[in-house]
Protein backbone atom coordinates (compact mmCIF):
# COMPACT_ATOMS: atom_id res chain seq x y z
CA UNK A 1 0.00 0.00 0.00
CA UNK A 2 1.31 3.58 -0.65
CA UNK A 3 2.53 5.85 1.98
CA UNK A 4 1.99 9.51 2.39
CA UNK A 5 3.62 12.34 4.32
CA UNK A 6 0.73 14.61 5.64
CA UNK A 7 1.58 15.14 9.34
CA UNK A 8 4.26 14.32 12.09
CA UNK A 9 1.33 12.83 13.69
CA UNK A 10 1.20 9.60 11.16
CA UNK A 11 4.51 8.67 11.88
CA UNK A 12 5.62 6.54 15.13
CA UNK A 13 8.98 6.84 16.62
CA UNK A 14 11.10 4.59 14.25
CA UNK A 15 9.97 5.46 11.07
CA UNK A 16 11.26 9.04 12.33
CA UNK A 17 14.62 7.58 12.96
CA UNK A 18 14.70 5.50 9.89
CA UNK A 19 14.44 8.85 7.94
CA UNK A 20 17.06 10.84 10.14
CA UNK A 21 19.62 8.18 9.36
CA UNK A 22 18.68 7.65 5.97
CA UNK A 23 18.97 11.57 5.61
CA UNK A 24 22.94 10.91 7.08
CA UNK A 25 23.64 8.68 4.60
CA UNK A 26 22.28 10.44 1.79
CA UNK A 27 24.44 13.39 3.02
CA UNK A 28 27.20 11.45 3.30
CA UNK A 29 27.53 9.62 0.08
CA UNK A 30 25.43 11.68 -2.88
CA UNK A 31 26.89 9.26 -5.41
CA UNK A 32 25.60 5.99 -4.06
CA UNK A 33 21.73 7.26 -4.49
CA UNK A 34 22.53 8.62 -7.71
CA UNK A 35 19.82 6.37 -10.06
CA UNK A 36 17.89 5.04 -6.70
CA UNK A 37 14.81 6.89 -8.77
CA UNK A 38 16.05 6.75 -12.40
CA UNK A 39 12.58 6.79 -14.25
CA UNK A 40 10.88 7.78 -11.41
CA UNK A 41 9.24 11.28 -11.66
CA UNK A 42 6.93 13.77 -8.95
CA UNK A 43 4.97 16.73 -9.46
CA UNK A 44 4.92 19.73 -6.95
CA UNK A 45 1.74 21.44 -6.83
CA UNK A 46 2.34 24.29 -4.97
CA UNK A 47 -0.09 26.89 -4.34
CA UNK A 48 2.28 29.05 -2.53
CA UNK A 49 5.90 30.68 -3.12
CA UNK A 50 8.82 28.52 -2.25
CA UNK A 51 12.62 28.68 -2.54
CA UNK A 52 13.34 26.18 -0.13
CA UNK A 53 10.92 23.29 -0.61
CA UNK A 54 10.73 23.72 -4.44
CA UNK A 55 14.10 23.57 -4.84
CA UNK A 56 15.22 21.01 -2.61
CA UNK A 57 12.62 18.61 -3.99
CA UNK A 58 12.90 19.16 -7.52
CA UNK A 59 16.59 19.02 -7.85
CA UNK A 60 16.84 16.11 -4.93
CA UNK A 61 14.85 13.92 -7.26
CA UNK A 62 16.97 14.92 -10.22
CA UNK A 63 19.77 14.06 -8.02
CA UNK A 64 18.36 10.53 -7.30
CA UNK A 65 18.22 9.94 -11.09
CA UNK A 66 14.12 10.92 -11.32
CA UNK A 67 12.13 13.77 -12.97
CA UNK A 68 10.05 16.63 -11.02
CA UNK A 69 7.55 18.90 -12.85
CA UNK A 70 6.68 22.19 -11.30
CA UNK A 71 2.93 22.73 -11.41
CA UNK A 72 2.46 26.38 -9.98
CA UNK A 73 -0.88 28.49 -9.04
CA UNK A 74 -1.22 29.15 -12.91
CA UNK A 75 -0.44 25.68 -14.04
CA UNK A 76 -3.65 23.42 -12.72
CA UNK A 77 -5.24 25.49 -10.53
CA UNK A 78 -6.29 22.83 -8.13
CA UNK A 79 -9.89 23.42 -6.09
CA UNK A 80 -10.57 26.12 -8.89
CA UNK A 81 -10.04 25.09 -12.56
CA UNK A 82 -10.94 21.31 -11.36
CA UNK A 83 -11.37 19.41 -8.38
CA UNK A 84 -8.61 17.84 -6.03
CA UNK A 85 -10.19 14.79 -6.45
CA UNK A 86 -9.87 15.07 -10.32
CA UNK A 87 -5.95 16.43 -9.86
CA UNK A 88 -5.79 13.17 -7.95
CA UNK A 89 -7.07 10.73 -9.78
CA UNK A 90 -5.42 12.35 -13.03
CA UNK A 91 -1.57 12.68 -12.04
CA UNK A 92 -2.02 9.13 -10.38
CA UNK A 93 -2.37 8.00 -13.78
CA UNK A 94 1.24 9.82 -14.85
CA UNK A 95 3.12 10.68 -11.96
CA UNK A 96 5.06 8.33 -9.35
CA UNK A 97 4.36 10.90 -6.56
CA UNK A 98 3.09 14.50 -5.26
CA UNK A 99 4.43 17.01 -3.05
CA UNK A 100 1.87 19.78 -2.28
CA UNK A 101 1.84 23.14 -0.80
CA UNK A 102 -1.49 24.68 0.04
CA UNK A 103 -3.45 26.73 1.92
CA UNK A 104 -6.22 24.61 3.59
CA UNK A 105 -4.71 21.27 4.71
CA UNK A 106 -7.70 19.39 3.96
CA UNK A 107 -6.52 19.82 0.29
CA UNK A 108 -3.51 17.90 1.04
CA UNK A 109 -5.64 15.11 2.74
CA UNK A 110 -8.30 15.04 0.37
CA UNK A 111 -5.27 14.34 -2.28
CA UNK A 112 -3.74 11.80 -0.96
CA UNK A 113 -7.33 9.83 -0.12
CA UNK A 114 -8.02 10.34 -3.63
CA UNK A 115 -4.50 9.67 -5.04
CA UNK A 116 -3.05 5.68 -5.71
CA UNK A 117 0.98 7.19 -5.24
CA UNK A 118 2.07 8.66 -2.42
CA UNK A 119 1.69 12.53 -1.80
CA UNK A 120 4.23 14.78 0.68
CA UNK A 121 3.15 17.31 2.53
CA UNK A 122 5.28 20.04 1.29
CA UNK A 123 3.43 23.15 3.99
CA UNK A 124 -0.29 23.90 4.62
CA UNK A 125 -1.64 25.93 6.86
CA UNK A 126 -1.11 23.68 9.69
CA UNK A 127 1.69 22.11 8.83
CA UNK A 128 4.89 21.17 7.81
CA UNK A 129 6.70 18.03 8.36
CA UNK A 130 9.26 18.10 6.40
CA UNK A 131 10.61 21.31 7.70
CA UNK A 132 9.93 19.42 11.10
CA UNK A 133 12.11 16.33 10.10
CA UNK A 134 14.95 18.48 8.61
CA UNK A 135 15.43 20.75 11.75
CA UNK A 136 15.59 17.68 14.13
CA UNK A 137 18.07 16.08 11.71
CA UNK A 138 20.04 19.76 12.24
CA UNK A 139 19.70 19.07 15.81
CA UNK A 140 21.15 15.87 16.23
CA UNK A 141 23.80 16.60 13.55
CA UNK A 142 25.28 19.57 15.95
CA UNK A 143 24.66 18.33 19.22
CA UNK A 144 25.22 14.45 18.32
CA UNK A 145 22.01 13.63 20.73
CA UNK A 146 18.32 14.93 21.49
CA UNK A 147 19.17 13.29 25.11
CA UNK A 148 19.50 16.17 27.46
CA UNK A 149 18.95 19.08 24.67
CA UNK A 150 16.28 21.72 25.00
CA UNK A 151 14.89 23.80 21.67
CA UNK A 152 13.28 26.91 22.81
CA UNK A 153 10.44 28.26 19.83
CA UNK A 154 9.39 32.08 19.86
CA UNK A 155 7.04 33.78 17.70
CA UNK A 156 3.73 32.26 16.03
CA UNK A 157 1.89 29.08 16.74
CA UNK A 158 1.94 28.30 13.53
CA UNK A 159 2.41 25.54 11.04
CA UNK A 160 6.10 25.41 11.35
CA UNK A 161 5.53 25.09 15.41
CA UNK A 162 2.79 22.93 14.97
CA UNK A 163 5.09 19.77 12.97
CA UNK A 164 8.42 20.60 15.36
CA UNK A 165 6.53 19.89 18.44
CA UNK A 166 5.54 16.71 17.53
CA UNK A 167 8.29 15.72 16.00
CA UNK A 168 10.09 16.93 19.43
CA UNK A 169 7.71 14.90 21.66
CA UNK A 170 8.24 11.88 19.70
CA UNK A 171 12.13 12.17 19.38
CA UNK A 172 12.96 13.11 23.17
CA UNK A 173 14.00 16.21 22.28
CA UNK A 174 12.65 18.85 25.36
CA UNK A 175 10.78 22.04 24.03
CA UNK A 176 10.03 25.09 25.33
CA UNK A 177 7.77 27.01 23.36
CA UNK A 178 6.85 30.80 24.30
CA UNK A 179 4.18 32.56 21.90
CA UNK A 180 1.64 35.62 22.65
CA UNK A 181 -1.82 34.85 24.12
CA UNK A 182 -3.72 34.17 21.72
CA UNK A 183 -1.13 32.78 19.06
CA UNK A 184 -0.22 29.22 20.71
CA UNK A 185 -0.99 26.50 18.76
CA UNK A 186 -3.65 25.11 18.87
CA UNK A 187 -5.48 23.52 21.56
CA UNK A 188 -5.85 20.08 19.68
CA UNK A 189 -1.99 19.90 18.47
CA UNK A 190 -0.66 20.46 22.18
CA UNK A 191 -2.69 17.84 23.34
CA UNK A 192 -1.72 15.36 20.97
CA UNK A 193 2.12 16.88 21.35
CA UNK A 194 1.46 16.28 25.45
CA UNK A 195 0.23 12.90 24.70
CA UNK A 196 3.86 11.89 22.48
CA UNK A 197 5.87 14.12 25.11
CA UNK A 198 4.30 11.80 28.37
CA UNK A 199 4.98 8.42 25.77
CA UNK A 200 8.15 9.04 25.29
CA UNK A 201 9.55 11.20 28.50
CA UNK A 202 10.55 14.35 26.61
CA UNK A 203 9.75 17.73 29.01
CA UNK A 204 7.41 19.90 26.87
CA UNK A 205 6.52 23.55 28.18
CA UNK A 206 3.85 25.57 27.31
CA UNK A 207 4.33 29.20 27.97
CA UNK A 208 4.00 33.13 26.83
CA UNK A 209 7.38 34.57 28.07
CA UNK A 210 10.30 34.56 25.68
CA UNK A 211 12.96 35.37 28.39
CA UNK A 212 11.43 32.47 30.45
CA UNK A 213 11.15 29.79 27.49
CA UNK A 214 15.15 30.86 26.52
CA UNK A 215 16.57 30.31 29.76
CA UNK A 216 18.79 27.57 29.67
CA UNK A 217 17.84 26.62 25.94
CA UNK A 218 20.72 24.95 23.50
CA UNK A 219 18.59 26.04 20.75
CA UNK A 220 16.48 28.80 19.77
CA UNK A 221 14.35 28.24 17.03
CA UNK A 222 12.27 31.11 15.26
CA UNK A 223 9.63 31.82 12.35
CA UNK A 224 7.62 34.56 10.52
CA UNK A 225 5.06 36.53 12.66
CA UNK A 226 3.15 36.59 9.39
CA UNK A 227 2.81 33.39 7.33
CA UNK A 228 1.75 33.24 3.91
CA UNK A 229 -1.82 33.82 3.64
CA UNK A 230 -2.30 35.84 6.73
CA UNK A 231 -1.02 39.26 4.95
CA UNK A 232 -3.99 40.90 5.87
CA UNK A 233 -3.66 40.22 9.97
CA UNK A 234 -0.48 41.88 9.47
CA UNK A 235 -0.53 44.94 11.42
CA UNK A 236 -2.39 43.19 14.35
CA UNK A 237 -0.24 40.39 14.27
CA UNK A 238 3.15 42.60 13.70
CA UNK A 239 2.05 44.58 17.32
CA UNK A 240 1.27 41.70 19.00
CA UNK A 241 4.09 39.76 18.61
CA UNK A 242 6.56 42.97 19.25
CA UNK A 243 7.83 41.51 22.01
CA UNK A 244 8.88 38.27 20.94
CA UNK A 245 11.93 39.02 18.58
CA UNK A 246 15.14 36.85 18.75
CA UNK A 247 17.63 39.89 19.34
CA UNK A 248 20.87 40.23 21.38
CA UNK A 249 18.71 41.14 24.47
CA UNK A 250 17.19 38.08 24.18
CA UNK A 251 20.40 36.00 23.35
CA UNK A 252 21.76 37.35 26.56
CA UNK A 253 19.23 35.04 28.63
CA UNK A 254 20.31 31.88 26.71
CA UNK A 255 23.00 29.85 27.18
CA UNK A 256 26.08 31.53 25.91
CA UNK A 257 27.15 28.81 23.61
CA UNK A 258 23.37 28.97 22.25
CA UNK A 259 22.52 27.79 18.36
CA UNK A 260 19.78 29.49 16.47
CA UNK A 261 17.38 28.16 13.55
CA UNK A 262 15.32 29.64 11.08
CA UNK A 263 13.25 27.51 8.41
CA UNK A 264 13.45 30.49 6.35
CA UNK A 265 12.25 32.67 4.33
CA UNK A 266 13.07 35.59 7.27
CA UNK A 267 11.68 38.44 8.02
CA UNK A 268 14.39 40.56 9.11
CA UNK A 269 14.00 43.09 11.55
CA UNK A 270 10.75 41.32 12.71
CA UNK A 271 11.31 37.97 14.26
CA UNK A 272 14.75 38.40 14.04
CA UNK A 273 17.65 40.99 14.07
CA UNK A 274 20.31 40.69 11.68
CA UNK A 275 22.48 40.79 14.18
CA UNK A 276 21.44 37.00 15.16
CA UNK A 277 20.40 35.49 11.83
CA UNK A 278 23.98 36.73 10.70
CA UNK A 279 25.81 35.95 13.75
CA UNK A 280 28.16 32.55 14.62
CA UNK A 281 25.26 31.29 16.50
CA UNK A 282 23.27 31.27 13.80
CA UNK A 283 22.71 27.83 12.29
CA UNK A 284 19.93 28.52 9.19
CA UNK A 285 22.31 28.13 6.37
CA UNK A 286 23.31 24.50 7.80
CA UNK A 287 19.35 23.74 8.20
CA UNK A 288 18.45 25.04 4.77
CA UNK A 289 20.98 22.73 3.02
CA UNK A 290 19.52 19.59 4.67
CA UNK A 291 16.35 20.30 3.69
CA UNK A 292 17.57 18.93 0.39
CA UNK A 293 19.54 15.57 2.25
CA UNK A 294 16.08 15.07 3.76
CA UNK A 295 13.33 15.17 0.76
CA UNK A 296 16.22 12.82 -0.90
CA UNK A 297 15.65 10.49 1.91
CA UNK A 298 11.88 10.81 2.01
CA UNK A 299 11.47 10.26 -1.59
CA UNK A 300 13.51 7.76 -1.32
CA UNK A 301 11.51 5.88 1.61
CA UNK A 302 7.95 6.69 0.09
CA UNK A 303 9.00 5.72 -3.66
CA UNK A 304 12.09 3.48 -3.33
N1 LIG B 1 11.36 26.71 4.85
C1 LIG B 1 10.64 26.62 3.71
O1 LIG B 1 9.74 25.78 3.58
O2 LIG B 1 11.01 27.50 2.76
P1 LIG B 1 10.24 27.80 1.39
O3 LIG B 1 8.94 28.44 1.75
O4 LIG B 1 11.14 28.70 0.64
O5 LIG B 1 10.01 26.48 0.70
N1 LIG C 1 5.09 29.80 8.68
C1 LIG C 1 5.63 30.12 7.38
C2 LIG C 1 6.64 29.10 6.99
C3 LIG C 1 7.28 29.30 5.65
C4 LIG C 1 8.27 28.22 5.33
C5 LIG C 1 4.51 30.21 6.36
O1 LIG C 1 3.59 29.36 6.40
O2 LIG C 1 4.52 31.11 5.53
Redesign the pocket.
Known sequence: MKEDLISIECLDEQEIFAILDLTAKVKADRAKYAGALKGKSIGLIFQKPSNRTRVSFEIGMVQLGGHAIYLGPDEIDMGGRESVKDVACVLSRYLDGIVARTYKHDDVRELALYADIPVING?SDRA?PC?ALTDIFTIKEKLGTFSGVTLAYVGDG???LNSLMLAAAKVGLNMKIAAPKGYEPSKELAGIARRFAKASGTKLEFLNDPKAAVKGADVIYT??WV??GQEKDSKKRLKAFKCFQVNDGLMKAAKRDCLVMH?L?AHRGQEITDSVIDSKSSMVYDQAENRMHTEKAILLQLLG
Open positions: LHQNNVDVSMCP
